[in-house]
């Protein structure tokens, strides 16, 4: 992929950002949007698209353990449906199950690091779509890397 790629963690109440470098190799947290309407929440998800010139979104699909879709997984998949009739790029889903528990970890790991730099909490959305972000973009490399053949 080159290009910039955003991922979204979709809530009932929030919606986690995360965005990759230019060369879509390595995903960092950027913010959260506060859910409103969905007019409002697309337009949001439109000016980061704009903003971070990105050419693809990528969509945390909260499957099952057993990887069924559930309720969840429908309310996201229409939300996300609805989403790429608005914004201008490509959209996929890829599984994001565990992401919070990641997410969380990392948070703990990083909390003395938040209270010296002063970031303000509530950032595990974003983190969430991070670790779905670079799970894509790792899965995307290994696939590139599986149809290279070895130097030698």
């Given at each position: 992929m080159h290009g910039r790629a955003l991922a979204l963690d979709?809530?009932?109440r929030r919606v986690g950002v995360a965005v990759s470098d230019p060369t879509g190799t390595i995903a960092r947290p950027l913010t959260t949007i506060e859910r409103a309407s969905r007019q409002e929440d697309f337009a949001a998800v439109a000016r980061l698209v704009a903003a971070h010139e990105a050419v693809l979104i990528v969509v945390g699909r909260p499957l099952s353990l057993d990887g069924s879709e559930g309720p969840q997984a429908r309310k996201v998949t229409r939300y996300a449906e609805a989403l790429s009739r608005q914004v201008q790029v490509p959209v996929v889903y890829y599984d994001e199950r565990y992401s919070t528990s990641e997410a969380s970890e990392i948070m703990r790991a990083r909390r003395p690091l938040a209270r010296?730099?002063?970031?303000?909490?509530g950032a595990l959305d974003a983190i969430a779509a991070?670790?779905?972000l670079q799970r894509y973009l790792d899965n995307q490399a290994g696939v590139l890397n599986l149809d290279t053949p070895d130097k030698e």
């Open positions: 979709i809530g009932d010296q730099s002063g970031q303000p909490g991070a670790v779905i």
